[in-house]
């Protein structure tokens, strides 16, 4: 199956660099550009892309705006956030946005198709030093006492030991098929605890589910 992508950057050499990369595998098609956050969410309507990669500084509309709006719109498009720098204070801004992960414009080739592979199949994409920044900025939101990860469980839909856990290891960024190895289960079975802990919580996907895990501190920095 070819998955469909949009590019939004105000850099040209960014956009046409991605594009180059990506039409010269088999799997991808490159199906338009954005130079700015309103155009992003304005080509998604028209084209519908299946992953769309987003610049987090832009004119007019920045990532983090387009990706809510585009998140608001309802569409099948999933949100990929490309920034400069993993250390970018917008980032875990975005992930709250609705984006499914974020990716360093520095990626190479290969990291670029798999992170879009990755999102585009539904997966979150949290790579290890993208969730320690994520642990210790979520941990610096404010002093007031948290409520406990049982009371938050119970609040919102009262996970089971095994749910909790499985949302955890999402929050460190593992996929199904690696929480599955960890947890020595068939990766059918953590498919079915992560449908079950997005309908219990009310959650979109993935990521919001690992941000979800930050804000009731079920993560915690090390």
């Not at 509309?61 to 250390?87: C, M």
């Not at 609705?98 to 592979?117: E, H, I, P, W």
């Not at 007031?144 to 938050?152: E, Y």
């Amino acid at each position: 199956m070819t998955i469909r992508v949009l590019i939004a950057d105000d850099q040209m050499m960014v956009r046409e660099g991605f594009s180059v990369l990506l039409n010269a595998m088999p799997d991808f098609e490159v199906v338009g550009e954005a130079v700015n956050g309103r155009e992003a969410v304005e080509r998604v309507r028209e084209l519908n892309p299946d992953v769309v990669l987003m610049d987090i500084r832009m004119p007019e509309l920045n990532g983090i705006e387009a990706t809510r709006e585009i998140v608001a719109a309802d569409v099948d498009s999933k949100v990929l956030v490309l920034t400069t720098f993993d250390l970018d204070e917008y980032v875990y801004q975005a992930l709250r946005a609705g984006a499914s992960g974020f990716l360093l414009k520095d990626a190479s080739a290969r990291q670029l198709a798999d992170g879009v592979r990755v999102v585009a199949a539904g997966e979150a994409l949290l790579a290890p030093s993208v969730t320690r920044r994520l642990i210790t900025e979520f941990s610096k939101l404010g002093e007031a006492p948290r409520l406990s990860a049982t009371v938050q469980a119970q609040q919102y839909g009262e996970l089971t030991e095994r749910e909790t856990e499985v949302l955890v290891l999402i929050a460190q960024g593992l996929s199904n098929g690696e929480i599955a190895s960890r947890l020595v289960v068939a990766e059918s079975t953590i498919k079915t605890h992560v449908s079950r802990i997005l309908v219990k919580l009310g959650l979109r996907d993935r990521t919001q589910a690992a941000v979800f895990a930050y804000e009731a501190r079920l993560v915690t920095p090390g």
